[in-house]
């Protein structure tokens, strides 16, 4: 017996991974959805006609059949893909690639709040966006947010609403700087200012204070940054059979050095912690 989905039921199952036993790539899976339809409507009208077919062996066995090569999505472009689907996240987290500087940056989760304080910065990914008109006639909005442990939701006056309205899309990922307000067991989160998480990443850090445990790891950091800024770094190794560095060797002050710099700076073999100066 074979079943008829149509095409969009079809994406959204590969979007949502169902078919992640059979085939890892979900993009090509996805980009192979015509072929696989086809092969599906072949296979059902030989059923329902009971007829016999001069190549009816090609039914029994699909291998033969090509399916596109294509690169697999990127974590974000399959995380998004994934919540278009099926309304949540399976695999992962939008807010876990940005967990490094959520954590320099001292933002807060929900899990964060308190009692004791009113104000914070939270991280969040957008799930929803729902606009409404006071009575007095002003716009404002409930914004619904996700960690990878909550679902919570901030509300923006028309103030704020006005200036961050073009990125308040669903899938991006932000830091709300909001006041807190209870009253008896409700919790109300009021927006004061919205960003994208990712303006983070591309903010400059003035300095960088780099430990290392071999001089050659110098070269490989060099590598990864260019001349073209005004941040500074600072090496220090660790010397042979000692629990301490040698003096810090200076690198420049006129480097490009950013978080995504930094985590990849970070990953180089060699280098045992970063600071921030």
């Known amino acids: 017996m074979h079943l008829y989905y149509p095409k969009k039921n079809l994406e959204f199952l590969a979007y949502s991974g169902a078919f992640d036993s059979i085939e890892k790539n979900r993009n090509k899976v996805y980009q192979s959805i015509n072929i696989l339809s086809s092969i599906s409507n072949a296979a059902m009208e030989k059923n329902s006609n009971n007829q016999d077919y001069l190549f009816d062996d090609e039914f029994d066995n699909f291998s033969h059949i090509p399916l596109p090569e294509v690169d697999i999505?990127?974590?974000s472009e399959l995380l998004e893909k994934e919540f278009s689907a099926i309304g949540f996240y399976l695999t992962g987290h939008p807010l876990n690639e940005y967990s490094q500087?959520?954590?320099?940056?001292k933002i807060k989760y929900f899990n964060d709040l308190n009692n004791t304080e009113t104000?914070?910065?939270?991280?969040g990914t957008i799930?929803?966006?729902?606009?409404?008109?006071?009575?007095?006639g002003r716009n404002?909005?409930?914004?619904?947010?996700?960690?990878?442990?909550?679902?919570?939701?901030?509300?923006?006056?028309?103030?704020i609403l006005f200036k961050v309205r073009d990125f308040l899309i669903p899938g991006l990922s932000i830091v709300a700087e909001i006041e807190t307000q209870r009253n008896d067991n409700n919790l109300r989160l009021l927006a004061i200012n919205i960003f994208p998480l990712e303006e983070l990443m591309k903010k400059n850090i003035n300095a960088l204070k780099i430990y290392v445990n071999a001089p050659e790891t110098i070269l490989k950091i060099r590598d990864r940054v260019e001349e073209k800024g005004n941040s500074k770094i600072l090496v220090q190794i660790l010397m042979n059979g000692h629990d301490k560095y040698q003096t810090e060797l200076k690198l420049g002050n006129n480097f490009i050095v950013n978080p995504s710099i930094k985590a990849s700076i970070k990953e180089i073999d060699g280098v045992l912690k970063i600071e921030e100066f």
């Open 119 to 123: 104000k914070y910065k939270i991280a």
């Open 101 to 105: 500087i959520i954590k320099d940056k």
């Open 140 to 159: 404002f909005a409930f914004v619904g947010l996700t960690d990878e442990n909550n679902q919570f939701e901030i509300t923006l006056f028309s103030d």
């Open 73 to 75: 999505w990127t974590t």
């Open 127 to 136: 799930s929803y966006v729902k606009e409404r008109k006071s009575q007095r």
